[in-house]
């Protein structure tokens, strides 16, 4: 077994000797396949965590009037529990956006700091279940939201 070990590798390099470019040519053809194969494989997996976190982050918010009733706020939770597709529910009141928004932006703080009220909304953040017919989901409780009361304006990424 090691004299047929040592004729393979006495072998091998006296073709490597012999024929030096044709195996720096097979080397740098290895190299580069290898590199390529691996560019591809590394531009996949970012592209599938991409798209992976895009489909996550999939929701609807419903922004609601200022002067909305506590009536329609419970007809609106009504919907929510009553749509089997809807995964959570998030409120935000006005205070909380405003600080949210204020965070955001503090760079701009002359001009925040020149406002005195809160221009924006209370709203509700829906976050679906994942399946594959999801935005057809949130297409027809758009339409449903819509028409209540006290709905300002929805926004889910489609016009």
Not at 6 to 29: C, D, E, G, P, R
Not at 55 to 63: A, F, M, R, S
Not at 147 to 156: F, I, K, M
Request: a positive charge.
């Amino acid at each position: 077994m090691y004299l047929f070990i040592q004729n393979i590798l006495k072998t091998t390099f006296l073709n490597i000797k012999a024929n030096k470019q044709v195996f720096v040519m097979s080397v740098i053809t290895i190299c580069i396949a290898f590199s390529i194969l691996g560019l591809l494989l590394l531009v996949f997996v970012n592209l599938n965590t991409l798209f992976s976190t895009w489909n996550k982050q999939v929701q609807l918010i419903v922004y609601l009037k200022d002067d909305i009733s506590k009536s329609q706020l419970t007809t609106l939770n009504e919907i929510y529990s009553n749509h089997g597709q809807i995964d959570s529910v998030s409120f935000i009141s006005k205070d909380i956006a405003w600080k949210k928004f204020k965070n955001t932006f503090s760079k701009n703080s002359k001009f925040i700091e020149s406002l005195d009220f809160n221009p924006l909304p209370a709203s509700y953040v829906l976050k679906f279940n994942d399946n594959p017919d999801r935005l057809n989901n949130i297409r027809n409780i758009s339409r449903i939201l819509k028409v209540q009361e006290g709905v300002e304006a929805l926004e889910y990424g489609e016009k």
